[in-house]
T-cell receptor, first 117, second 115 residues
């Protein structure tokens, strides 16, 4: 069975510093996708970045990058130059199988990130 | 392009009642998934519909059901509500691309409180 583990329940970071949010996963499937979502206090889940299991390069989206280490089964999110608006819950999620297949995501427990001014 | 919309945003029910939540996906998206979010269990997958067919189902009792209409709009129903059903219910829609990945776009959620 798939499993996502986020070991940091909460993190506190100074504004403008870089921050790394940890995510490890477990799956027996060779084809899978890894996602990071941000959930502000409003509740809506905001898609940040995606990494496919066959992608050779780490994904990047603006200030977000994903440090993908397949052998270690880790997919850490790196936020560069953090901003006050980055304060939120962050979830790592995994989809098993082909991207054209059933869209079921398994989520980790999340990390609450607080950016201090 | 309008995002995923969910109605109602807030709902208060009593034990034993039933409830229906609605989700309108992004135009052109054919896949709709539902998730339950609680402080104790986190985010859990309920089910996914694609072209009016349930394609995948999570580990929830039969009191939880759903359907999808020809316009891709989806509803989920919870019958005989229990206190533990109090949660944020999130709907997500996804496009169907023959290549690349299909990220899920989430709606704002419906917060259900069962008294």
């Amino acid at each position: 069975a798939q499993k996502i583990t986020q070991t940091q329940p909460g993190m506190f970071v100074q504004e403008k510093e870089a921050v790394t949010l940890d995510c490890t996963y477990d799956t027996s499937d060779q084809s899978y996708g890894l996602f990071w979502y941000k959930q502000p206090s409003s509740g809506e889940m905001i898609f940040l970045i995606y990494q496919g299991s066959y992608d050779e390069q780490n994904a990047t989206e603006g200030r977000y990058s994903l440090n993908f280490q397949k052998a270690r089964k880790s997919a850490n999110l790196v936020i560069s130059a953090s901003q006050l608006g980055d304060s939120a819950m962050y979830f790592c999620a995994m989809r098993e199988g082909r991207s054209q297949g059933a869209q079921k995501l398994v989520f980790g427990q999340g990390t609450r990130l607080t950016i201090n001014p | 392009k309008a995002g995923v919309t969910q109605t109602p945003r807030y709902l208060i029910k009593t034990r034993g009642q039933q409830v229906t939540l609605s989700c309108s996906p992004i135009s052109g998206h054919r896949s709709v998934s539902w998730y339950q979010q609680t402080p104790g269990q986190g985010l859990q997958f309920l089910f996914e519909y694609f072209s009016e067919t349930q394609r995948n189902k999570g580990n929830f009792p039969g009191r939880f059901s759903g359907r999808q209409f020809s316009n891709s709009r989806s509803e989920m129903n919870v019958s005989t509500l229990e206190l533990g059903d109090s949660a944020l219910y999130l709907c997500a829609s996804s496009p169907y691309r023959s290549s690349g990945y299909n990220e899920q776009f989430f709606g704002p959620g419906t917060r259900l409180t069962v008294l």
